[in-house]
C-alpha cells in the first residue's frame, strides 16, 4: 500500500541556516505529494503541493520537488526563522484522495 | 469566517463516558474525514465521508460512530471511553475531484481520565 517516510527529529538549527527534511513515498499509480505544517497548539496548515514528476511547489520560503525517479519530495528552506518552528509533515494522496501522513518531523529553530 | 471547525476544543471526561465531538465546513466541500492524533503527533484517518456516505471506515473500535447529517456536517460520537481514546481529533474536509489537499480544523484534544 501507499506509505510516507520522513526523517526523525527533531531538528535543531540556528536561525537562518540551511533547512532540509527529507520525505520519500512508496505508492502505486501517480500520487500527488503535500508538505503540511502545524505549529504548537494548532491544527495542520497546508504549505505546499506538487501534483506531478518535476513539479516545485513553494510557500514563505520553503520549496520541495517532486522526484519521481528518487520517489521523494524533500522539504527546503534556504534562511529558517524562530517561527518556523513547528511539525512538518510529508503526505501523499493517491487514486482515492485518501492523504496518508508520515509520521512528522519536529524543526525547533534557535535564536 | 472559520472553514472547518469543531467543537469542542477541549474535553476532559471519565472513562466509561460517552461524548460527541461536532464539525462543520463552510468550504462547500464534498468530502469529510476524522482523523487521530496520538501523543507523538502520528495522524492516522478514522473515517470519510463523501456527501452523506461512508467511504473509509478504517480499523477503528466500534465504540466510535461516525454521523453526518449533511455535506457540510460529520460528528463523532464515542460510546464507553477508555483511557487509550485521549488523543486529538481532527475534522477535515477536501474537494473529491481536486488535488489541492485537506482543510483541517483547529482539533479537539480529548483527555480521558
Known amino acids: 500500500g501507499n506509505s510516507v517516510t520522513q526523517m526523525e527529529g527533531p531538528v535543531t538549527l540556528s536561525e537562518e541556516a540551511f533547512l532540509t527534511i527529507n520525505c520519500t513515498y512508496t505508492?502505486?499509480?501517480?500520487?500527488?505529494l503535500f508538505w503540511y505544517v502545524q505549529y504548537p497548539g494548532e491544527g495542520l496548515q497546508l504549505l505546499l503541493k506538487a501534483t506531478k514528476a518535476d513539479d516545485k511547489g513553494s510557500n514563505k520560503g520553503f520549496e520541495a520537488t517532486y522526484r519521481k525517479e528518487t520517489t521523494s519530495f524533500h522539504l527546503e528552506k534556504g534562511s529558517v526563522q524562530v517561527s518556523d518552528s513547528a511539525v512538518y509533515f510529508c503526505?501523499?494522496?493517491?487514486?482515492?484522495?485518501?492523504?496518508?501522513f508520515g509520521t512528522g518531523t519536529l524543526l525547533a529553530v534557535q535564536p | 469566517d472559520t472553514a472547518v471547525s469543531q467543537t469542542p476544543k477541549y474535553l476532559v471526561t471519565q472513562m466509561g463516558n460517552d461524548k460527541s465531538i461536532k464539525c462543520e465546513q463552510n468550504?462547500?466541500?464534498?468530502?469529510m474525514y476524522w482523523y487521530k492524533q496520538d501523543s507523538k503527533k502520528f495522524l492516522k484517518i478514522m473515517f470519510s465521508?463523501?456527501?452523506?456516505?461512508?467511504?473509509i471506515n478504517e480499523t477503528v473500535p466500534n465504540r466510535f460512530s461516525p454521523k453526518s447529517p449533511d455535506k457540510a456536517h460529520l460528528n463523532l460520537h464515542i460510546n464507553s471511553l477508555e483511557l487509550g481514546d485521549s488523543a486529538v481529533y481532527f475534522c477535515?474536509?477536501?474537494?473529491?475531484?481536486?488535488?489541492?489537499?485537506?482543510?483541517f480544523g483547529s482539533g479537539t484534544r480529548l483527555t480521558v481520565v
Open positions: 468550504l462547500g466541500h464534498d468530502t
Open positions: 505508492a502505486t499509480g501517480y500520487p500527488s
Open positions: 465521508y463523501n456527501n452523506k456516505e461512508l467511504i
Open positions: 477535515a474536509s477536501s474537494q473529491a475531484t481536486d488535488n489541492y489537499g485537506y482543510t
Open positions: 503526505a501523499l494522496s493517491g487514486a482515492t484522495n485518501k492523504l496518508i
